[in-house]
């Protein structure tokens, strides 16, 4: 199956299967952690929490497996191929095992959550398996395996946010970090696993959450990136208002809540709670007390959804110059009918409304998307709307995906999977040929003008090169030269571009975000 991404941060290509180090928190206990991860950012900020708690217990960090007594596999499961990924990867394990019985071999993440035990009986070389909401329980699970025996915790959490978990980010360059606002998903797309491997939608303390973001300013860091699949709900009560759930009204998880909606005929929005009272702190809300740490702090976020992102959030980014002015909005599909029974919740015209109403408010503001192609029944002219609304936007990146049917979804148990490889394909190209296009068209349109970069490292061909990102989120490659240095703001003057990078000329260094 192919997938194409033209690379931003939150799902990094070139990060998959990278390995995590940190420095041991307490006093060794003599055993070495690997843990590697595949996926999203969360699942890379994910790691970091696993990480931070086994290294409260005194494990140490390693990036190689071969010298690790616990591996650790943070899983992906939002397509076939991701899934495949890992189980290859797990092979590459079984070596080790034998060198060295006592290896406790673990899978996290989205795949645990989704196979459970059946994980333990498909793969005999796993010891552990452990859903995204049982990470604290980790020490005990490692016990349980040093005493013999398999150990599995899926259960997932109405409240589990790891909020008083700080997670300690060694092996980051120590200038962009992801801050996760909150975790699972109530949206239910027909073709999604998420809310079944995350669980329900939660959002975590804003003051902890400005506390992380202050700390690591403080810490010489320089941008932020919120995360949440769906940012724009983003939701925090009062602690006089929480909601207080008793056993009865509270939903049961995973899969099992799909089949008891649709058993009982009511409509899928049952399970959106996006009403909004006085006194909660929105994620416009939210957005504005983490700029406020600093002009010197860029603040990024994603993901936002079409149906929930409000003008008020919109506002609050034009209004602070250091919230990048870059939204990651979604599409799917660009027609009504497909995105009905995607079950996104908006339609076409919604979809370029918001778009109209971004352009409105905030002049400049690079908007990038994901596209699925081959959904179910999808017909020729369905995809042609796709490829007209890519015209009408001109999205300046996309991540672009064949539909992979996953089961226990709305979609599997609905719609029959009837579009063939070959056509999804050739339909994906179509979209990835118009995208390149876009995004050259976009970057062409930037030679000439001056752009405030954050400077992140060395570009990836060369040390004679810095490279950085612009406030939206372009890659922007430079020569090195006096007077500024990665984590400094610098405006470079924009010379030439390719399909995915500016190039050109550093004026003049800076102190502030824009
Ligand atoms: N919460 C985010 C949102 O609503 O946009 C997306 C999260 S999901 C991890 C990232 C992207 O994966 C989705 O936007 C979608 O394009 C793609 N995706 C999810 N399920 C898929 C599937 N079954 N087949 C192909 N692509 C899929
Ligand atoms: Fe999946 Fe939709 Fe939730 Fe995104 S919003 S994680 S696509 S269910």
């Not at 009905?340 to 908006?346: A, I």
């Not at 490829?387 to 992979?404: G, K, N, P, R, T």
């Not at 190209?429 to 930037?446: F, G, I, M, P, T």
């Not at 752009?451 to 490659?477: A, C, H, P, W």
Request: overall charge negative; hydrophobic content about 35%; proline content about 4%.
């Amino acid at each position: 199956m192919m997938d194409l991404v033209i690379p931003d941060k939150v799902h990094d290509e070139s990060r998959q299967g990278e390995a995590l180090l940190l420095e041991p928190k307490t006093e060794s206990n003599g055993r070495k952690l690997y843990i590697e991860s595949y996926g999203c950012a969360m699942n890379f900020s994910d790691s970091e929490i696993v990480a931070s708690i086994l290294a409260e217990k005194g494990f140490e960090t390693t990036a190689d497996y071969n010298v690790a007594d616990v591996i650790f596999i943070n899983t992906c499961s939002i397509r076939e191929n991701a899934e495949q990924r890992v189980r290859n990867r797990l092979r590459d394990f079984t070596i080790a095992k034998v060198k060295n019985p006592g290896l406790v071999v673990g899978v996290l993440g989205c795949m645990a959550e989704r196979l459970k035990s059946k994980f333990l009986e498909e793969e005999k070389l796993v010891d552990v398996v452990v859903g995204p909401d049982a990470y604290r329980d980790l020490p005990n699970l490692i016990e349980q395996v040093d005493g013999g025996q398999k150990a599995v915790n899926v259960l997932l959490s109405r409240e589990e946010t790891y909020a008083d978990i700080s997670p300690v980010r060694l092996n980051s360059n120590g200038i962009n970090a992801f801050v996760s606002i909150m975790r699972g998903c109530d949206n239910m797309c027909s073709f999604c696993v998420v809310p079944f491997t995350r669980g329900r939608e939660r959002s975590r303390d804003p003051q902890s959450i400005v506390a992380e973001c202050a700390g690591l300013f403080d810490s010489g860091y320089r941008e932020v990136t919120l995360l949440g699949q769906n940012v724009d709900s983003y939701k925090w009560k009062p602690e006089n208002k929480q909601e207080q759930k008793t056993e009865t009204e509270k939903p049961v998880l995973g899969m099992d809540l799909l089949d008891k909606v649709l058993a009982s005929g009511e409509d899928l929005s049952v399970m959106y709670n996006h009403t909004v009272e006085e006194g909660d702190v929105t994620f416009a809300n939210l957005l504005e007390m983490v700029a406020l740490i600093s002009p010197e702090l860029r603040v990024r976020f994603s993901t936002s959804h079409p149906k929930d992102i409000t003008d008020d959030v919109l506002y609050t980014i034009a209004k602070y110059d250091n919230i990048c002015n870059y939204i990651h909005l979604p599409i799917q599909s660009g027609n009504s009918r497909v995105l009905k029974l995607m079950n996104r919740t908006y339609n076409r015209e919604w979809y370029m409304d918001r778009v109209a109403a971004i352009n409105r408010i905030i002049p400049n503001c690079a908007i990038s998307t994901d596209i699925i192609t081959g959904f179910c029944s999808e017909t020729e002219e369905e995809h042609q709307d796709t490829l007209s609304i890519m015209d009408h936007v001109q999205f300046y990146f996309a991540y672009m995906f064949m539909y992979s049917e996953r089961p226990g979804t709305l979609a599997a148990k609905r719609y029959a999977d009837d579009i063939p490889d070959a056509i999804k394909k050739r339909r994906l190209q179509e979209v990835v040929a118009k995208q390149q296009e876009h995004s050259h068209e976009r970057l062409k349109k930037l030679v000439g003008t001056t752009q405030r970069v954050l400077i992140e490292g060395f570009s990836k061909k060369s040390n004679k090169d810095y490279s950085g990102r612009s406030d939206q989120n372009t890659v922007v490659v430079f020569p090195v030269g006096e007077g500024y240095k990665p984590g400094e703001y610098v405006d470079v003057l924009i010379e030439r571009c390719t399909t995915a990078t500016l190039i050109g000329m550093a004026h003049s260094p800076q102190t502030s975000a824009n």
